[in-house]
T-cell receptor, first 115, second 112 residues
Framework: EAGVAQSPRYKIIEKRQSVAFWCNPISGHATLYWYQQILGQGPKLLIQFQNNGVVDDSQLPKDRFSAERLKGVDSTLKIQPAKLEDSAVYLC?????????????FGPGTRLTVL | SQQGEEDPQALSIQEGENATMNCSYKTSINNLQWYRQNSGRGLVHLILIRSNEREKHSGRLRVTLDTSKKSSSLLITASRAADTASYFCATDSRRNNNDMRFGAGTRLTVKP
């Protein structure tokens, strides 16, 4: 079974530039998550989708971050404009159902460096 | 905001020894999960324990949950060098929209 795919794996940009990350979840997984993991910390949930609808985006900095999952499969996360404090690994995860009792499968992440 | 806090922050042991990591949390939870993260395989699910369970086993892993103390422990027996990784607990609760909230993790080093 193919895992969660993410691209790019690494990205270096200057502050105030824009960047986008892509995620392809495991086939059949209706729920998709984006997490931000700052060095030395645990992952922090940014947004959760159930199919193509947003379930929870309460921790997403909406002034600069946006995410979409138009067809209920792939998802993109965008930052515009980027700040130095956005340097982190952005993890995408998927699960079969929306529930804290569901195991989440994580992608390899995109390491973003903002200079 | 993060829900769980792992203790210790870092742990170094010799191969063959047991490793115990603890997780404390603040609000009532539905479930608690443990994940492992290393550079080779990313973040991987290890075990889930529900709030009405007290202990679960999976291979060399043993997880306990004490809801009265709002704490959990992960025991890895007969550790191997390949167990070197960061270990995170994650909890979900109705207070946090049933989202998973991760702690900062315990960095485990197993010396060969």
């Amino acid at each position: 079974e193919a895992g969660v795919a993410q691209s790019p794996r690494y990205k270096i940009i200057e502050k105030r530039q824009s960047v986008a990350f892509w995620c392809n979840p495991i086939s059949g997984h209706a729920t998709l998550y984006w997490y931000q993991q700052i060095l030395g910390q645990g992952p922090k949930l940014l947004i959760q989708f159930q199919n193509n609808g947003v379930v929870d985006d309460s921790q997403l900095p909406k002034d600069r971050f946006s995410a979409e999952r138009l067809k209920g499969v792939d998802s993109t996360l965008k930052i515009q404009p980027a700040k130095l404090e956005d340097s982190a690994v952005y993890l995408c995860a998927s699960s079969f159902r929306t529930s804290g009792a569901a195991e989440q499968f994580f992608g390899p992440g995109t390491r973003l460096t903002v200079l | 905001s993060q829900q769980g806090e792992e203790d210790p922050q870092a742990l170094s042991i010799q191969e063959g020894e047991n490793a115990t990591m603890n997780c404390s949390y603040k609000t009532s939870i539905n479930n608690l999960q443990w994940y492992r993260q290393n550079s080779g395989r990313g973040l991987v699910h290890l075990i889930l324990i529900r709030s009405n369970e007290r202990e679960k086993h999976s291979g060399r892993l043993r997880v306990t949950l004490d809801t009265s103390k709002k704490s959990s422990s992960l025991l890895i027996t007969a550790s191997r060098a390949a167990d070197t990784a960061s270990y995170f607990c994650a909890t979900d609760s109705r207070r946090n929209n049933n989202d998973m909230r991760f702690g900062a993790g315990t960095r485990l080093t197993v010396k060969p």
